[in-house]
């Protein structure tokens, strides 16, 4: 899985390509944890436009994260999922808790 | 039960294999019919949850070997069965239940059970402490899941 990051104002942008499993979890754990610590950021945008499989190991970093933000006051959103994704993230609950949007810039805007 | 092919796959509880199980068993699959995409999907997180639940529960930091059995099925079908040697599930019905996780702290949701569940037309937990785990599923083309109930 590949990770990029980048800050727009105040939000983390969390590029993801390839598959989130239980063996890539904590690379993105420690990613974003990272940036967090750094106390920039008040907001994260996952844009999982790349991300082709996820399961319920992907899902527990992302409820992980998702309990930091609330905890600081922060939100977090994604974007743009594919098929697979998507099932997981409703299945989950996650679509009730957070806000999806088809593309960056509408997320963006609403974060 | 007629079975029409077979397979066996042997790893050690490797996080890195993962992705090679999942996607071992949908190349498989695909001998039994033209599944969806989102069949395909269905069952390569059924799978990943299966073998995921035997490298962190069942060896937990310890390293063992994980079986997949694989039967294409006649009437359209797959039976996969996860096994492990590990420790094994005190209370299947507990482990079985949407969201109970004895992991909370390494944030473990305790969905993988519940994806299996959605994802299959069947699934079956055998288990016993010490006895190691073995997860049955099996899943209908989904032209024939009415028929195969």
């Known amino acids: ?111 | 039960m007629q079975i029409k092919n077979t397979m066996l796959l042997s790893f050690p509880s490797f996080s890195q294999n993962e992705s090679f199980a999942r996607q071992a068993v949908a190349a498989f699959a695909l001998q039994v019919g033209d599944w969806t995409l989102v069949e395909l999907d269905e069952i390569m997180t059924a799978v990943s949850e299966a073998v995921t639940n035997a490298i962190i529960h069942a060896y937990d930091q310890t390293v063992g070997e994980v079986r997949i059995r694989a039967n294409i099925l006649e009437g359209d079908g797959i039976e996969i069965i996860v096994e492990d040697d590990g420790i094994g599930i005190d209370n299947i019905k507990q482990a079985l239940e949407p969201m109970f996780t004895t992991k909370s702290q390494q944030e473990r949701t305790g969905m993988g059970f519940s994806f299996m569940e959605s994802f299959m037309h069947e699934l079956v937990v055998t288990s016993a402490p010490n006895q190691g785990t073995s997860v049955r599923m099996v899943k209908w083309l989904a032209a024939n899941s009415d028929t195969q109930g």
Do not use: W
Not at chain 1, 73 to 78: H, I, K, P, S, T
Not at chain 1, 81 to 101: D, K
């Open chain 1, 1 to 111: 899985m590949q990770i990029e990051l980048q800050m727009k104002h105040r939000t983390l942008v969390v590029r993801l390509t390839g598959e989130l499993d239980h063996h890539t979890a904590d690379a993105l754990r420690t990613a974003i944890e990272r940036e967090l610590d750094r106390d920039v950021a008040t907001s994260v945008l996952l844009n999982l436009q790349g991300l082709t499989f996820m399961d319920s190991s992907g899902l527990g970093v992302i409820l992980g994260r998702y309990r930091r933000l609330s905890q600081m006051d922060g939100r977090m959103a994604a974007c743009c999922l594919n098929q697979q994704v998507q099932r997981i993230f409703e299945l989950s609950g996650l679509t009730r808790i957070m806000g999806i949007f088809p593309n960056e810039e509408l997320a963006l805007e609403q974060l």
